[in-house]
């Protein structure tokens, strides 16, 4: 396991200059994201994959952008998407964790690798959303070489492939 998160880091040191204050945010960002999808589980992991196709679908399909573009002074259009995607998916995951609360699977239901792969596609699915909604210039700003894994209709919908893909290895273990 040592040798597997030792890799792990030195592959995400060379994938961008840790010199540059973003890369290293961009790096403490996806660490947090990790540790944090490590940390609840897996119900709430699928909880919170759900509830970032509701809040996306609720942002897209959202009928009042106009009006709340027009409120909004024009530097901050994109965050006025990004601030309603982040409040919709709070919302949808609150609602949705509430109606599941009676049952509670944990790390010990699954395995390791089956959590650190829903939570690699949680954050990647994320990451793709919320660069979809700012401007290409400021994600090319965030991510710099690593844009193209997350910016485009092609990595959105990879990333939403993948999250539907790895839902059949969910199971949990059978307890006898």
Same mark, same amino acid.
């Given at each position: 396991?040592?040798?597997?998160?030792?890799?792990?880091?030195?592959?995400?040191?060379?994938?961008?200059?840790? %010199?540059?204050?973003?890369?290293?945010?961009?790096?403490?960002?996806?660490?947090?994201?990790v540790?944090?999808?490590?940390? =609840?589980?897996?119900?709430?992991?699928? =909880?919170?994959?759900? $509830?970032?196709?509701?809040?996306?679908?609720?942002?897209?399909?959202?009928?009042?952008?106009?009006?709340?573009?027009?409120?909004?002074?024009?530097?901050?259009?994109?965050?006025?998407?990004?601030?309603?995607?982040?409040?919709?998916?709070?919302?949808?995951?609150?609602?949705?964790?509430?109606?599941?609360?009676?049952? %509670?699977?944990?790390?010990?239901d699954?395995?390791?690798?089956?959590?650190?792969?829903?939570?690699?596609?949680? =954050?990647?699915?994320?990451?793709?959303?919320?660069?979809?909604?700012?401007?290409?210039?400021? $994600?090319?700003?965030?991510?710099?070489?690593?844009?193209?894994?997350?910016?485009?209709?092609?990595?959105?919908?990879?990333? @939403?492939? @993948?999250?539907?893909?790895i839902?059949?290895?969910?199971?949990?273990?059978?307890?006898?």
């Amino acid at each position: 396991m040592g040798d597997l998160v030792a890799r792990a880091t030195a592959l995400i040191a060379t994938a961008g200059s840790l %010199r540059d204050p973003k890369s290293l945010f961009a790096l403490l960002c996806v660490t947090i994201f990790v540790v944090y999808g490590l940390s =609840v589980g897996r119900t709430k992991a699928l =909880v919170s994959l759900l $509830s970032i196709y509701v809040a996306y679908v609720l942002t897209i399909l959202f009928p009042f952008s106009t009006l709340l573009a027009a409120r909004i002074p024009e530097r901050y259009d994109a965050f006025a998407l990004l601030g309603l995607f982040f409040a919709l998916y709070a919302v949808a995951f609150m609602l949705i964790s509430h109606s599941m609360r009676k049952t %509670r699977l944990t790390l010990g239901d699954i395995s390791f690798f089956h959590v650190l792969l829903i939570t690699v596609v949680q =954050v990647g699915l994320l990451a793709s959303i919320s660069l979809s909604l700012v401007s290409e210039q400021m $994600s090319q700003g965030l991510l710099g070489p690593l844009t193209k894994f997350f910016l485009g209709t092609r990595p959105l919908w990879l990333w @939403a492939a @993948a999250s539907l893909a790895i839902l059949p290895l969910m199971k949990s273990r059978s307890r006898e």
